[in-house]
């Protein structure tokens, strides 16, 4: 009796209906950890980089990973519409742990263009690897459950983010930062195992074939899914808002490394307040997201939460004007992007999906999170080297600029 009473007291926090327990916690369980691997990397990454090249080198990477991403995804998107999607994830996430492998090994041998191949790799990591867990998420839970579900399935990779900087900040004293590179492999193996369980088992019918297989569609490439972005006016908008959103994250990304170069100048301690500061991010972004996330979107609806990210950004970059080396200032920046981000404003992006046909959203959804966003990127690279190279503006110069692009970005919610 009383555990019946704890079950159905555990469905209504969270928003779920009888029989949707198991998929939802392995959704959860899944994207929590992907984000913890991305996260431990992610944080090395930076201690690695800013401590061997600094900061305002990082334009160029973001134009480097730019273009390699899009020759990765393009061969990726082409693989997708012919492999089943448990065989393309499964072989996806044992490419990864091999590469960690060797690049562990060129980190240590201290070879020179090993920073920026781990910089540009670890980018390229992050964006297939959530791609993926929402795309699992796509093929198991139809509309109606989505709208609920996505939510707490967004918690699972905040809470991750936490996690994976709370291991980073710890382990790097004992480690170092060089070895932390390898913690994330059992997470990854861990991962093969949760999505393999899901898509067995959960799977929606006809949504974890390939795209290729179906009818008219053997014919799918990168060029056919641009032609039907461009034929339709919504998920142009799409494009429109994710690209202006890609590159103002970019330029906070920038500001935030530049403010912490000029505080840390030890790889570990920049791995170390990496991961911390991640942490606590990811703790208040899992607060708002488990109290409040579910609820806010299924109130209000994407017509409210779409603008909350670009209002709080706003307030931030105002704060970083006044005070352009404060690393209290960058923080409030950084963090108002991130908890927003990885919690309302990631399942509220998700959602804009769902009305997209089953038979190309994966493909559509691929290209646009893959594609366009790290084209985003690669202009936004190149608007931050005309900011702070050409015109040698700095921080005051990249926070203005920031300014007219949310502007942008609140008009373009405005349409969608």
Known sequence: MCRGQDMNRLRKMCNLERGEEAPAFLLFSYLMLALTSYTIIRAVRDGIFLHKFGAMTLPYVYIGIAIATGFIVAAYIHISSRVRQSVLISGTLFFFISNLGVLWLLVRAQWTPAPWIFYIWTSIFGIIVTTQAWTVANSVLDLRQAKRIFPLVSSGGILGGGLGGLIAARLVKLVGTDNLILVSIPLLLLSVVVVQMLIRRYSLPSRTSP????????????????????????LKLIVGLLALSAIVTQNIDFQFKVVVQNVFHSKDLITAFVGSFSAYLALGAFLVQMIAGSRIIDKFGIRVTVFLLPMAILLGTATLLAFPLALWAAATLKGSDYTLRYSLDRATTELLYVPVPQTTKTQVKATIDMIVQRFADGLGGLMLLLVTRVLDKGQIGVGIFNLLLLLMWLWGAWRI
């Open 211 to 234: 795209a290729g297989t179906s009818k008219g569609a053997s014919d799918i490439s990168f060029l056919a899914v641009g032609r039907k972005i461009a034929a339709s006016p919504y």
